[in-house]
């Protein structure tokens, strides 16, 4: 009966670990740039233009990356400080689970054995969010963060999961320290 309550424990926080989405988050910058100067920021169309996702998901990204700056002070202008691009990678996973273990044979009682495999694919996607000197037109600070994508359909998932990957990699910005940041968040 004891060992029946260890197995059910570990199959909940199994299940409970697989359930928590997550998001891995890297960043770098030019560390000559003095991000005290960043004070606007606008859109640089054409890099945005390149990304390969459809223009809804190009609209739900940049409304999402706007929402962050502007939390964090920036203000949206016509003559800007930095100019924001985005590009974006997916690419698909799978994964073979080979089950062992004890099982119940209708005839003979408990046995060890009952193999059989299983296979299971998620796609996988890397939102960079480049934000460029607009004077100078270089690179000054790159966020990417990578996670899995799927939300069954559901856009209001959709959507959050946007947010979460946005403001994940936008946590990163400003930099602190001179540090490279990375960092992998887990929400439930």
């Excluded at 689970?97 to 694919?121: A, E, I, K, M, R």
């Excluded at 959709?158 to 490279?180: A, D, T």
Aim: a positive charge; hydrophobic letters at 35%; charged letters at 25%.
């Amino acid at each position: 009966m004891k060992s029946t309550r260890i197995i059910l424990s570990l199959v909940v926080l199994a299940a409970l670990v697989v359930s928590c989405s997550s998001v891995r988050v890297a960043a770098d910058y030019d560390r000559t740039a003095d991000f005290t100067q960043y004070k606007t920021f606008a859109f640089y169309k054409p890099g945005i233009d390149k990304a390969e996702i459809s223009d809804l998901d190009k609209k739900r990204i940049l409304r999402s990356i706007q929402n962050e700056l502007v939390s964090k002070g920036y203000q949206k202008s016509e003559n800007p400080d930095l100019l924001v691009s985005i590009f974006t990678s997916e690419k698909e996973r799978i994964s073979v689970y080979n089950n062992y273990g004890w099982g119940w044979g209708p005839y003979w009682g408990p046995y060890w054995g009952g193999g059989y495999n299983n296979v299971s694919s998620s796609t996988e996607g890397s939102l960079y969010i480049d934000l460029i000197d607009a004077k100078k037109k270089e690179l000054v600070w790159q966020g990417k963060g990578t996670g899995n994508l799927i939300t069954n359909g559901d856009l209001t998932k959709k959507e959050s999961r946007i947010h979460e990957f946005v403001q994940e990699i936008l946590s990163k910005f400003p930099p602190e320290n001179g540090v490279m940041a990375t960092t992998v968040t887990s929400t439930n």
